[in-house]
């Protein structure tokens, strides 16, 4: 059975995506590529001039040799795009709905915090020997690394939200007859989501960090493969090394594109308003 609501959710939806905010946010993300291009090309010159070589590719010689890697890189793209999505969404799958239990439920609170503050602060690099004998070589043990990296951020997080939300919202609602799924529809979630996706957004290039030091880690691993993995064996090959590096970029940005529009779906009240992102 059709939804007769569906249409106008899906024009309040396309709404939000006609607004002048999108092509200011695209004439902003160009003009910023450009920008970092053109820095690229003149810290290029620059260490060319002072090392008396082109030691560091410009801009034109990464882009080409990604054109001419392009099967080689293109797997190994996805390799790692594959990886950085499954351990985000376990992390996130995880965290977010345990912080906001802890963070609004007191005496879960109470019993679990102390626990988190005592693990948190340790880096999560510390992990990496202990996953690595626990899972062994393989995709199992980068997925793990990266999830353990970013788990405890969106948790505390989550938790955090859930903390600053006020008291009287709470009670309003539970006076109402509200059920206990009900407050965390309505309240709890619409209030917590702006700032865990702020914070999902922080765990990409955390992500992205502990991903390549994933794939770069153990070099016996004959199964390793993704970008750190094309990178760290093309180290002494600063083109196809800043390719490498390039389609790494790629895939943070474009993690970030779609963290943005996952918040223009969920979070539409920001910016139906008229308000600028």
């Not at 393989?138 to 989550?158: E, W």
């Not at 206990?180 to 989501?193: D, E, F, G, S």
Request: proline share 6%; aromatic share 12%; with cysteine.
């Amino acid at each position: 059975m059709i939804d007769p609501q569906a249409p106008s959710r899906l024009n309040r939806i396309l709404r939000v995506f006609r607004s002048r905010t999108v092509a200011w946010h695209i004439v902003r993300y160009l003009v910023s590529i450009g920008v970092l291009l053109l820095a690229w090309w003149g810290v290029s010159a620059l260490v060319e001039v002072v090392k008396d070589r082109a030691f560091l590719p410009n801009p034109v010689h990464a882009i080409h040799e990604m054109w001419r890697l392009g099967p080689s890189l293109f797997r190994n793209f996805w390799v790692s795009a594959w990886r950085l999505v499954l351990a985000i969404s376990i992390a996130f799958t995880l965290g977010y709905p345990l912080g906001l239990l802890i963070g609004h439920e007191r005496r879960l609170d109470q019993l679990v915090s102390p626990m988190i503050f005592i693990i948190y602060p340790i880096p999560q690099v510390a992990f990496i020997l202990p996953l690595f004998l626990i899972f062994g070589l393989g995709n199992p043990v980068k997925v793990a690394i990266v999830t353990s990296a970013l788990f405890f951020q969106i948790l505390v997080s989550a938790r955090g939200a859930a903390k600053l939300i006020e008291f009287e919202h709470i009670t309003s609602v539970r006076s109402a007859g509200a059920s206990w799924w009900q407050i965390y529809r309505h309240v709890v979630l619409p209030a917590t989501l702006p700032s865990i996706l702020t914070s999902l957004r922080v765990s990409v290039g955390l992500g992205m960090a502990f991903l390549f030091i994933a794939e770069t880690t153990g070099s016996f691993d004959p199964r390793r493969g993704g970008l750190g993995s094309f990178i760290d064996s093309n180290i002494y090959s600063p083109p196809q090394a800043f390719a490498g590096i390039l389609a790494m970029a790629l895939l943070g940005f474009s993690l970030y594109i779609v963290i943005d529009v996952i918040e223009r779906i969920v979070c539409r009240w920001k910016y139906v308003s008229g308000k600028p992102s």
